[in-house]
């Protein structure tokens, strides 16, 4: 197993509140360390990294990333190495000065989750609406390149279409749909916000209808269940399963460092596997927890053909454990819709 992408919280530090985050210190209980390195801890951690693995990108994270100072120099580093950064950000802090100072990135991500600037502020509970769309402006102005994140809840996924037309008109250069993954963080939002299976089913029809008409590379992240919806009827919607789990190979896994040095299987898991200030990552990789959340399956999945069973895995299992506290409990999103299960012969 040799990741080539890596995410990188460089801070816990945030200027919004978003309703759906699903970052590991937002729990209401959190006990989750915090902190971060200094940039010379940061250098030595991925010099170290570097000569462990065959990193190609790393997504810069947070928190807010532009709520760290020396981001910059962060940006700098990675493409001295030769390796490609991707800046998520909430667009908040997207000046032109700051657009400057990390030229080096590769491209940004930024949420755009509506049209209506009332829904897009209720979702971050923050009046950034404007700033986001004078970030998405700014960046074309100076050159930089971006893809615009919808993450669909029940509060505005029938904005979708309208959105997906104002990101294209700003110059996103690709689409991130996600439905709202839930965690111990967003979880007393889970009735409010946890869109239905006919509600994504509906925002899919869309996407592949503009993916199909404008050549716009669409993808989802958070992994959609087959016993769900059939995603082999979308041609233009790039769509998979956790790729750490069961039998895919994870090349394409997302292990995560934290702003402490601290690795761990994914962003949305809060499972400290240990301290890259202290060990090498190839030594991390032995931890026996990776190999049980390899392997370890929700008991409803064993019906599923074992080609479906052994790649989605039950769809987000780090959810799971973030809200059910076990690897063998089906994820809140093929739970609440478990009677919309129908057992598909082949992925």
Avoid at 19 to 24: G, P, R
Avoid at 66 to 80: A, C, E, K, T
Avoid at 133 to 139: A, E, K, R, S, Y
Avoid at 278 to 292: C, Q, S, T, V
């Amino acid at each position: 197993m040799n990741p080539e992408t890596l995410v990188f919280e460089v801070t816990s530090s945030c200027n919004n509140d978003c309703m759906y985050c699903y970052n590991v210190w937002k729990s209401p209980h959190c006990t989750y360390p915090k902190g971060q390195m200094s940039l010379s801890e940061v250098i030595q951690v991925f010099d170290s990294v570097l000569d462990d693995l065959p990193v190609k990108s790393v997504a810069l994270s947070g928190g807010e990333p532009f709520l760290r100072d020396d981001l910059p120099q962060i940006v700098s580093y990675l493409w001295s190495q030769h390796v490609r950064s991707v800046i998520i950000t909430n667009g908040t802090l997207l000046t032109r000065k700051n657009i400057s100072r990390t030229c080096g990135a590769h491209n940004y991500e930024l949420p755009l989750l509506s049209y209506r600037k009332a829904v897009h502020n209720k979702l971050t509970q923050r009046d950034c609406f404007e700033k986001v769309i004078h970030g998405m402006h700014d960046l074309k102005e100076e050159g930089g390149r971006f893809v615009a994140a919808f993450i669909a809840t029940r509060l505005n996924y029938k904005d979708l279409e309208k959105t997906i037309e104002l990101a294209i008109a700003l110059g996103a250069e690709g689409f991130l749909y996600n439905r709202m993954n839930v965690s111990a963080g967003n979880y007393r939002y889970v009735k409010m916000l946890l869109p239905s299976v006919d509600m994504v089913q509906e925002n899919l029809d869309v996407l592949e209808t503009y993916g199909e008409l404008y050549g716009l590379p669409i993808s989802c992240s958070i992994p959609i269940q087959p016993c769900l919806i059939d995603m082999n009827q979308y041609n233009h919607v790039y769509t998979g399963f956790c790729p750490l789990a069961g039998k895919n190979d994870g090349k394409n896994a997302y292990f995560t460092i934290d702003p402490l040095g601290n690795l761990r299987v994914c962003n949305h898991s809060s499972f400290i596997l240990g301290n890259l200030l202290e060990k090498r990552f190839l030594d991390l990789m032995r931890h026996p927890y990776i190999e049980k959340f390899r392997e370890m399956l929700p008991k409803e999945c064993t019906a599923c053909p074992a080609d479906v069973r052994d790649y989605c895995h039950g769809g987000c299992k780090a959810a799971a454990e973030e809200c059910f506290g076990s690897l063998e409990i089906s994820e809140p999103f093929l739970r609440m819709h478990s009677h919309r299960k129908t057992i598909p012969c082949h992925l």
